[in-house]
């Protein structure tokens, strides 16, 4: 069974500062999720990986294969940007994914 | 931009008792999927659906979960005889094609069991 592991647990960061989330699974995946909870629930796709690079706005997202291993960047960040971050790792199976527990990341004015 | 849709946002529910669970998924996406999240928990996938029919469940999914897609546009989670344990966030999600498409989410159903 694969393992997801997010670090930092919690984050606090000044607006402006650049941001990096880490996730780390155990086990080959065809695909890997960046997702956000909003302080209300809600969860928004961010970016689904299976190699290289992604680039969103102030997003990117890049994953190792072999390494097994994701990271989340943001940069110039904003108070917007607090939310819980997570990522989650799809092997193959039909939408079975496997959720990491979050980062939550406070961004101070 | 079109989304996934859920009702109700919450609802309170005596132990025992059946609650179905709503969802409009976006028009053209094939696979449908419910995942949970218990209070400070992670969330956890539950099922997924293609072709009008399940095609992978966890262990959670047990005989008291059911789904369907009664009219070709709702897709609900039935469970039978809630428990206490049955708490929680329940989304539904959905995608236009298996491993390659995007995830989208619903702002989900919150579940309380008294």
């Known amino acids: 069974k694969n393992e997801v592991e997010q670090s930092p647990q919690n984050l606090t960061a000044q607006e402006g500062e650049f941001i990096t989330i880490n996730c780390s699974y155990s086990?080959?995946?065809?695909?890997l999720h960046w997702l956000q909870q909003h302080p209300g629930g809600g969860i928004v796709s961010l970016f689904m990986?299976?190699?290289g690079k992604k680039k969103h706005g102030r997003l990117i997202a890049t994953i190792n294969i072999q390494e097994k291993h994701s990271s989340l960047h943001i940069t110039a960040s904003h108070p917007r940007d607090s939310a819980v971050y997570i990522c989650?790792?799809?092997?193959?199976?039909?939408?079975?994914?496997?959720f990491g527990k979050g980062t939550k990341l406070s961004v101070k004015p | 931009e079109p989304e996934v849709t859920q009702t109700p946002s919450h609802q309170v529910t005596q132990m025992g008792q059946e609650v179905i669970l709503r969802c409009v998924p976006i028009?053209?996406?094939?696979?449908f999927y419910w995942y949970r999240q218990i209070l400070g928990q992670k969330v956890e996938f539950l099922v997924s659906?293609?072709?009008?029919?399940?095609?992978?469940k966890s262990e959670i999914f047990d005989d008291q979960f059911s789904v369907e897609r009664p009219d070709g546009s709702n897709f609900t989670l039935k469970i039978r005889s809630t428990k206490l344990e049955d708490s929680a966030m329940y989304f539904c999600?959905?995608?236009?094609?298996?491993?390659?498409?995007?995830?989208?989410f619903g702002e989900g159903s919150r579940l309380t069991v008294l």
């Open positions: 999600a959905s995608r236009t094609r298996h491993l390659t498409g995007e995830l989208f």
């Open positions: 086990v080959g995946i065809s695909a």
């Open positions: 990986l299976s190699s």
């Open positions: 989650a790792v799809e092997g193959g199976s039909q939408g079975n994914l496997i």
């Open positions: 028009s053209n996406h094939l696979y």
């Open positions: 659906f293609y072709n009008n029919e399940i095609s992978e």
